[in-house]
């Protein structure tokens, strides 16, 4: 199926025992694991939520989302730490925000690395964002996102990782990726990123 057909045609839909797991598979072990064995058990339980991604009737991929906080301490910019705290009056630095965190995001590995990770994100992104303005106090999403997807979320789609792993990542994520490609960075996005 061309890459550029499947950007204007997939939609979500929630993992329900009916649908056919069986020819996904992805770059990762982990993720395509997660999707067939534990997926649906994690849902049932409100653990998370998985929506795959569907094109003509073909699973593309998946995204499995739940809630999270991301500590004040850990926003990077220090304007936007400073409003929060103005705005909310915080005196703590313990506070924590309210988040969304994409558990997993995964795309067929006939359809990887052509672009569709990233379409496919942002729009998850704006989803979340209308879901912010709409239904639930939330300004930040947060991914622990594997060595090897790095370059995906930071220099791709805008993602931050922590202060405290510059110095390890600026250094050595060439080799972490090539010793432990699945270790992760804890990252995350304002969504004002998106206005």
Do not use: W
């Not at 020819?23 to 998370?48: I, M, P, V």
């Not at 929506?51 to 999270?68: A, P």
């Not at 912010?132 to 930071?154: C, D, H, I, Q």
């Amino acid at each position: 199926m061309d890459i550029e057909y499947i950007k204007e045609n997939y939609r979500f839909e929630t993992l329900t025992k009916d649908h056919d797991l069986s020819n996904f598979e992805c770059d990762s072990e982990d993720l395509t694991n997660f999707l067939k064995d534990d997926a649906l058990t994690q849902q049932k339980r409100k653990l998370n939520l998985t929506k795959l991604i569907i094109c003509d009737d073909e699973l593309i991929g998946y995204v499995s989302l739940l809630t999270d906080t991301i500590p004040l301490k850990d926003i990077r910019d220090e304007e936007t730490r400073k409003d929060i705290k103005n705005q909310l009056n915080i005196t703590s630095k313990k506070r924590k925000l309210p988040a969304i965190k994409i558990g997993r995001l995964a795309i067929d590995k006939k359809y990887s690395k052509q672009g569709l990770g990233s379409e496919i994100l942002m729009s998850i992104l704006f989803n979340i964002k209308n879901l912010a303005e709409s239904s639930v106090g939330l300004r930040f999403v947060t991914v622990e996102g594997y060595a090897k997807a790095y370059n995906f979320y930071v220099e791709h789609n805008n993602f931050i990782n922590l202060k405290k792993d510059d110095m390890k990542i600026k250094e050595e994520l060439d080799i972490i990726i090539e010793r432990n490609p699945e270790q992760t960075f804890y990252l995350y996005l304002d969504l004002k990123v998106l206005e």
